[in-house]
């Protein structure tokens, strides 16, 4: 644990020196959407006379804005999987460095994962203090809320990070954000809830790990989920990102050591 | 003597991927202090063979010990006593080169104040003090190499492979490697040196094995190689292009042996001033001629038929 901890330092004293960017960029995005569906399209929806029941008895803002604390650190833990960690393979082959000394492949699995987590949590914070400025977002369950986007990204970055370990190349990431990430923003409860979806598509969205973050962020700060739900989204996510971190562990070994 | 803890001992290694065998069947013995060079072209499996040895690719078939050690068993515990300077620079441009120093430090367990302290001994060493707070991208390749290997020392290694440690240097940044590799060995590290460079084996290395298609076609010091295989000097003569064959025959039974290859003869001899005086008097006039001492290269060309850099 040590070896993997002394990887994610090279992370943090890299962090130190671009976190203002990273905080800034992932977070520009997420106010905007605040401002521009949440508010504008806010506005319209609220108007619908059962809007509020579909809801869940909130606010289309409260509803929307509380999605975001899980899509953001998707957008951001995802793509950090992706450039980023092919750079330790073949650009700056930083992580072939690693394995000259005693970092073992499974040191560097973790301490990427250290290190997503930590992009997760910088991007996922910068959502909570926006949300806290609003009556209706306002709430102690932004903190745990903080915790389960952490979750969500790395159960994104973790799956991505094993897929990378696989590529010669960058030229599929684009189609993997293209075709996987921005539907998932779409069709995951972020924007409508997904009994709204025609019938035969619900079940997707029950897949997807977004979903399941969108739904814990949204309980944690408006309240109105299960116990037993609660659990079962934290046991997909949790799911997705051991799953991950495995396969991680059998590619980066594969990857570094041949 | 083959010790125990040598720093490597290695009994019909074998390297494959999938059908291709690039490394096969070797026998390689490196003693304590010892500077010893993999020498060969492209190919040869120079690079296969220290990946094994620097625990970062699983043996194929045979026996190979680090200090006595098994790599797939004990690779952490190797690869802590050791020190390697990859072929490709890998450090990271974004950080500076005093952060490079310190991270790679503490991937050995170095507290933070000694990897500190380690690293500004090391910058000294290698003569780039003042560019401690630069970051690693403006730096020349020759400088960044310098990290390179201040960062591989950073653990004061029994241990240090080098793979092509000049390939891409300009002639002086060469010269300032040596040197400091040099005072390496002086100091009593055992290095181990990949090159394909025949200069640079002569200049660096005690003993060395010449490899050609994954298996050792020669061993000995540079010296003893040139003497076993080659006659002290080499007479280069040069007829014009297409016109060097046909002037063999008139050449016999000067000098030991003679290589025609398509731009130039070349005439192996004890004496190759009383070589040339023989072609002149025989009247056979070359277009140009020069007269240099034998190298590696020389005895590579006898070996496999082939020049080294092609």
């Known amino acids: 644990m040590?070896?993997?901890l002394h990887v994610f330092e090279r992370d943090v004293?890299?962090?130190r020196r671009i976190w203002k960017a990273v905080l800034l960029s992932a977070v520009v995005q997420p106010v905007m959407y605040l401002l521009g569906v949440g508010i504008g399209v806010g506005s319209l929806v609220d108007r619908g006379a059962d809007s509020a029941d579909l809801l869940g008895g909130v606010s289309y803002f409260a509803f929307y804005?509380?999605?975001?604390l899980a899509t953001t650190p998707m957008f951001v833990g995802g793509q950090e999987a992706l450039w980023p960690t092919l750079d330790g393979f073949m650009w700056s082959n930083s992580y072939r460095a690693m394995l000259a000394t005693p970092i073992s492949s499974r040191d560097v699995v973790i301490g990427q994962l250290f290190r997503y987590a930590l992009r997760c949590v910088v991007t996922a914070a910068g959502v909570a203090v926006v949300l806290?400025?609003?009556d209706d977002t306002r709430s102690w369950g932004l903190g745990l809320a903080v915790l389960v986007g952490v979750l969500t990204g790395l159960a994104f970055a973790m799956p991505f990070a094993a897929w990378t370990a696989t590529r010669e190349g960058d030229s599929s990431f684009p189609a993997i954000i293209r075709f996987g990430i921005i539907p998932m923003f779409l069709f995951s409860g972020a924007f409508y809830p997904v009994s709204q979806l025609p019938d035969a598509l619900e079940p997707v969205a029950w897949v997807t790990p977004l979903w399941h973050g969108v739904e814990l962020c949204r309980g944690?700060?408006?309240?109105g989920l299960g116990g037993g739900m609660a659990a079962l989204h934290v046991a997909v996510l949790?799911?997705?990102v051991v799953g991950g971190t495995a396969a991680c562990m059998v590619t980066f070994e594969r990857r570094l050591r041949t | 003597m083959v010790g125990a803890q040598d720093p490597v001992v290695a009994r019909q290694l074998v390297k494959k991927f999938d059908d291709f065998v690039a490394v096969d069947q070797i026998d390689v013995h490196v003693a304590p202090g010892e500077a010893f060079g993999f020498l060969g072209p492209n190919g040869a499996g120079k690079t296969s063979t220290m990946r094994m040895i620097g625990c970062i690719s699983p043996v194929s078939s045979g026996e190979l010990r680090i200090f006595g050690l098994d790599p797939e068993a004990d690779g952490r515990k190797i690869r802590a006593r050791m020190g390697v300077v990859p072929q490709l620079d890998q450090l990271d441009n974004e950080l500076t080169v005093m952060e490079n120093l310190v991270i790679y430090g503490r991937y050995f367990d170095l507290s933070r104040r000694d990897a500190r302290a380690k690293a500004a001994e090391l910058l000294d060493f290698v003569q780039l003090t003042e560019r401690a707070d630069s970051k690693v991208e403006p730096l020349s390749g020759g400088q960044q190499r310098r990290v390179s290997i201040a960062r591989s020392l950073i653990n004061d290694p029994d241990l240090l492979l080098l793979d092509e440690p000049t390939t891409g240097l300009d002639p002086q940044a060469r010269h300032v490697l040596w040197d400091r590799l040099y005072m390496l060995k002086e100091r009593g590290a055992t290095q181990i040196i990949t090159t394909h460079f025949m200069d640079e084996a002569e200049q660096l290395c005690?003993?060395?094995?010449?490899?050609?298609?994954?298996?050792i076609v020669a061993e000995g010091s540079p010296q003893g190689l040139i003497a076993e295989h080659v006659r002290r000097e080499v007479l280069e003569v040069?007829?014009?292009?297409g016109r060097n064959e046909e002037q063999v025959e008139k050449l016999d039974g000067i000098g030991g042996r003679i290589e025609a290859l398509p731009d130039r003869l070349l005439i192996y001899a004890d004496d190759g001033e009383a070589a040339l005086s023989e072609l002149h008097r025989r009247e056979v006039v070359p277009e140009s001629s020069l007269i240099r001492r034998s190298s590696l290269e020389d005895v590579f060309l006898k070996l496999t038929g082939r020049t080294l850099v092609e």
């Not at chain 1, 944690?220 to 309240?223: E, I, K, P, T, Y």
């Open chain 1, 2 to 4: 040590t070896h993997a």
């Open chain 1, 13 to 15: 004293v890299f962090l």
């Open chain 1, 65 to 68: 804005a509380t999605a975001l």
């Open chain 1, 132 to 134: 806290a400025i609003f």
């Open chain 1, 220 to 223: 944690a700060v408006l309240g």
């Open chain 1, 238 to 240: 949790l799911a997705y």
């Open chain 2, 206 to 215: 005690d003993r060395l094995v010449v490899m050609d298609a994954g298996k």
């Open chain 2, 238 to 241: 040069r007829f014009g292009h």
